[in-house]
């Protein structure tokens, strides 16, 4: 739910606080304080919601109707803690574009972990809450547009299918940020499974901590996210195969609807294997592997088609610091870990494969043949310039598109190869079709339709175009054509674009 005024409530600042529902444990916050530094969220003046996410709230078992006031606003800022609440800045380090870098929470705070009537953790996380003993000379604060589009983009990734964090809810601070200009301050509240990054175990291991300090890092991310490798006969090497198999299948997701991240340096890669950070990201339309979008890529490091590779160095760099762990003697230990590691292309594979099959409409399958199908596809698309997202929605395994570039030679020839393909399984073609559907994307968000939408939220202050995108996102596999505009790619290319970090 977008809001563009909210009625007051007629309740009290800390009576929503306490009427909310907010059931907080703090187990990070237990952790010895090397972990983190105790802070609190710095008060602005003027709090405004403009974005509740309603439908989150429940889910948290939280009560939409303490939060969608005033009173709420002075939470999601801030300025009143939730009871339960245990705010800290968390520590941690991270490879920036491959440099190394001591970092740590320097716009954001952690309120404390949200329990749900189910059982489950959350982190609720201020992000844009005012300086912290990490910011490194920045001012802690956020700018709206980057925190709207992480809303954006993070609500559009959950819809479809990918793991993510949430956002629950954006407010404007009523103070400006200064980056090249004087834009609105705004602050984001974010949903995680957790924090816990490739980064903290990098700070651990940098600081050099107490001896047991990786030790506790370690235990505490299997209790809270793999648990069931505490009876492991070696719990940290399977802990390393765990956190690489999310990891694959993320990137093999991201891979599939032409998600493009942007900057995946190590203190952006959650062990819980969510995407996390929504900068400079954003979704590709032409088909092309070095699409990069982001200004801070001038060397496309993280172009769509070095993820993969991205993300494997990434654990690479993980697997460095459990090694004090893997085993007593540091040899055998880096023996455990390369052979771990030389896994990671081929289970990536694995999961692409299948969501590249699943995308034409395929088995599971192996077959070297299958591969060349697909590499054909892209291949045609790379040099026809077609859109990535339109082109696997259009497929039909009964009749060719009708568009003039699919009528061309070139494509007609893949199209008959794919035919002789679907012919070989034994389904009925409608089936086919039903489950393409499912795997194929019909709406992304586009970027001139995130640009246009973030323009009138921070400019006119008209947040009309990006609640209508966001409900248009809100179901990506189902044709909805009062949607259809959304759904249109770009009637000219985007020579140029470039998405910021908002930092």
């Not at 809810?169 to 004087?182: F, I, K, N």
């Not at 990535?388 to 009964?398: E, S």
Request: charged content about 20%; some cysteine; overall charge negative.
């Amino acid at each position: 739910m977008i809001t563009e005024a909210i009625t007051p409530s007629t309740l009290a600042e800390q009576t929503a606080a306490q009427t909310a529902g907010w059931r907080f444990d703090n187990s990070y916050a237990r952790l010895p304080d090397y972990f983190r530094a105790e802070w609190k969220p710095t008060s602005v003046p003027h709090p405004r919601l403009v974005v509740f996410n309603e439908v989150l709230a429940q889910e948290l078992g939280l009560n939409p109707a303490a939060l969608r006031s005033d009173d709420g606003a002075q939470i999601f800022a801030g300025n009143v803690l939730p009871e339960g609440a245990q705010p800290i800045a968390q520590a941690y380090a991270g490879h920036q574009f491959g440099y190394f870098a001591l970092l740590g929470d320097g716009r954001a705070i952690l309120l404390g972990e949200q329990l749900t009537p189910d059982g489950r953790r959350f982190d609720i996380q201020l992000k844009g809450a005012g300086q912290t003993p990490f910011s490194r000379r920045g001012d802690g604060r956020a700018a709206l547009g980057p925190m709207l589009r992480e809303w954006l983009i993070s609500e559009a990734m959950y819809a479809l299918g990918i793991p993510t964090t949430r956002s629950l809810a954006v407010v404007l601070t009523g103070e400006p940020v200064y980056r090249e200009t004087a834009l609105p301050g705004a602050i984001l509240t974010r949903v995680a499974a957790s924090h816990i990054r490739v980064g903290t175990f990098e700070y651990i291991a940098a600081r050099r901590q107490p001896p047991e300090a990786l030790k506790i890092l370690a235990d505490y991310t299997i209790q809270r996210h793999y648990p069931l490798l505490a009876d492991a006969e070696n719990p940290y090497l399977s802990l390393l195969y765990a956190v690489m198999e999310r990891q694959a299948k993320l990137i093999s997701q991201w891979m599939a609807v032409g998600f493009i991240h942007g900057v995946m340096n190590t203190d952006n890669m959650a062990l819980s294997g969510e995407t996390i950070d929504y900068g400079p990201c954003a979704f590709m339309d032409v088909y092309d592997p070095t699409t990069v979008f982001s200004s801070i890529d001038t060397g496309g490091r993280y172009a769509y088609g070095n993820q993969p590779q991205m993300a494997h160095w990434n654990l690479i760099r993980f697997a460095e610091t459990l090694i004090p762990l893997l085993h007593p003697e540091q040899k055998q230990a880096i023996t455990l870990a390369e052979t771990a590691l030389e896994t990671f292309p081929y289970t990536y594979g694995r999961y692409w494969r299948e969501n590249m099959l699943a995308k034409l409409g395929l088995q599971p399958s192996s077959s070297t043949e299958d591969i060349v199908l697909i590499k054909n596809l892209l291949d045609w698309m790379h040099h026809r310039q077609a859109d990535f997202t339109r082109t696997f929605r259009l497929l039909h395994p009964q009749a060719l598109p009708e568009e003039d570039l699919y009528q061309q030679e070139d494509f007609k020839n893949w199209y008959a190869q794919w035919q002789q393909r679907l012919a070989q399984q034994a389904e009925p073609l409608q089936a086919v079709q039903a489950r393409m559907q499912h795997a194929n994307p019909w709406i992304i968000p586009r970027n001139h339709h995130v640009e246009r939408a973030l323009q009138l939220a921070v400019e006119q202050g008209n947040f009309h175009y990006l609640k209508l995108l966001h409900e248009a996102l809100a179901h990506p596999y189902e044709e909805r054509p009062e949607f259809a505009t959304y759904a249109e790619p770009p009637t000219e290319r985007m020579p140029g674009y470039k998405t910021f970090c908002g930092t």
